[in-house]
């Protein structure tokens, strides 16, 4: 039973992480696709690949979720597998709610949420410390951080290019977006992908698989970043029309610069703060940003509020989900 348990929760783990991938496709490429510097199809195979190729990156992330939010040990067996099955699926349904809406919200906090949702119904300890450094505080800076450093550089670069030809500027603008379009997808799959390898780290410790402490095993980074890759490769087209289009009519340069910006903060707080933040936060303040540089009306301010109710509700509305399915698994699976 504790096995078949197991595979389980890693199966519904990587269904996470494609759902990650495909909910935030968007992140990296909706500017560079709503500029036209890429065409969807040949944006997405970039984002996917480099998904993968940011999976590789680093673990710091992956540690954080893994043993950083609530502590479950190999003594938790079946209980321990049960709270983190009823948090993924707190996490999965939230992120399902808010796809078919359009809406960018985060799946790294949907999975902290989950997590959090679940440990608290289960009186499983909860490291509230962890989760305010790492998780509320960049919440709430990331955004902010994003903003002010993208209309910051974008008044930078308007002032650079004020005397050179618009075409040829734009289009040169477009060729970079290429490489910041990259950039970001590096990002994502830095951050995103990590956290479901804490997930199953969690997961494999719970059912006593894995000793504490262990280093992530290769076919669990191997899983984690081909999972979220195909979710890439899926495409996310409701969020990208929200994202490359609703918030702001985006020009390549601003593109350029809104992607350059957010990919730059996913790196820093990885390896430096080894916190798992959102992209899906930092990628639409920093388009956010960008347009105000236009003036502030430019900005869809409905459309922002919008995204932000989204934002405050998805840890408290995804641990409820997980909350809820604790209790309804519990009895099932003790």
């Known amino acids: 039973m504790e096995m078949f348990l197991v595979l389980f929760v890693v199966v519904v783990a990587l269904g ?5 991938g495909f909910h ?8 560079s696709v709503s500029t036209r510097a890429l065409t969807p199809r040949v944006a997405l195979i970039m984002a996917a690949v480099f998904n993968l190729i940011g999976a590789f990156l680093g673990t710091a992330v992956a540690v954080t979720i893994g043993s ?3 502590d479950i040990g190999p003594e938790a067996g079946v209980h321990g597998l049960t709270i983190v099955l009823a948090g993924l699926i707190g996490a999965i349904t939230w992120n399902l709610i808010t796809w078919r809406l359009g809406l960018p919200s985060s799946s790294t906090h949907a999975l902290i949420g989950g997590l959090t949702g679940a440990g608290i119904a289960s009186a499983t300890t909860v490291h509230w410390s962890v989760i305010l450094d790492k998780v509320v ?3 709430l800076l990331s955004p902010l951080v994003g903003f002010a450093l993208a209309y910051v550089l974008m008044v930078g670069v308007l002032w650079i290019v004020r005397s050179m030809a618009p075409a040829k500027t734009m289009r040169r603008f477009r060729l970079a977006q290429t490489a910041s379009a990259a950039a970001m997808s590096l990002g994502h799959g830095l951050q995103d992908a990590q956290k479901t390898m804490g997930v199953i780290v969690l997961a494999l410790v719970a059912g006593g698989l894995l000793p504490e402490g262990s280093d992530i095993p290769l076919w669990v980074k191997l899983a984690s970043a081909s999972a979220i890759s195909l979710g890439t490769y899926s495409g996310g087209w409701r969020i990208m029309r929200t994202l490359g289009r ?5 020009d390549p340069a601003r593109g350029f610069v ?6 730059s ?3 820093v707080t990885a390896f430096i703060f080894q916190a798992p933040i959102s992209t899906t936060h930092t990628i639409t303040s920093a388009i956010m940003g960008v347009g105000a540089t236009r003036r502030l009306s430019a900005v869809r301010w409905g459309v922002a509020k919008n995204i932000a109710i989204a934002w405050v509700l998805t840890i408290p509305m995804a641990g409820l989900v997980a909350a809820l399915m604790y209790f309804a698994l519990r009895p099932l699976l003790s």
């Open 137 to 139: 505080l960049p919440m």
């Open 24 to 31: 935030d496709a968007a992140n990296a490429i909706a500017t």
């Open 246 to 250: 609703k918030i702001i009519e985006l």
């Open 16 to 20: 996470f992480d494609y759902t990650n």
């Open 68 to 70: 950083g939010i609530i």
């Open 258 to 263: 809104a992607e350059s910006v957010a990919a």
């Open 265 to 267: 903060v996913l790196y």
